[in-house]
């Protein structure tokens, strides 16, 4: 799995999968200067799905991406389920608070 910074970039996939699929190529992630900023939320690199219960443990840069706009991403990986889900579906471990709140 690879990261980029350009929204432009062709191998990004977008969405929620109606299938299992393998991770994208690459995520979407805000610049290094952008995440310098700070965070409006904690660091949290865990979160589970609320469905099935697995917990998916992403890179830091996501993980910071999510943590200076919670908003930022509209769907999420489940490594249990192997399909790109509604952020709302998760929750921080630890935590328990949603996704992309």
């Known amino acids: ?7 432009k970039d062709p191998r990004l996939t977008r969405g929620v999968d109606e299938e299992t699929r393998h991770q994208a190529p690459v995520y979407l992630v805000l610049s290094d ?5 700070g965070f409006v939320r904690p660091l949290r690199t865990s979160y ?3 469905t099935c219960g697995g917990v ?3 890179a830091v840069p996501l993980a910071a991406t999510y ?3 919670p908003s930022f991403y509209g769907a999420t990986y489940c490594t249990a389920c192997q399909k790109h889900l509604v952020v709302s579906e998760f929750v921080w471990e630890p935590g328990g608070e949603t996704v992309g709140s």
């Open 33 to 37: 200067e952008e995440r310098a900023k």
């Open 56 to 58: 998916t443990t992403m």
């Open 48 to 50: 589970k799905h609320k």
């Open 67 to 69: 943590a200076r706009d």
């Open 1 to 7: 799995m690879g990261l980029t910074t350009d929204p």
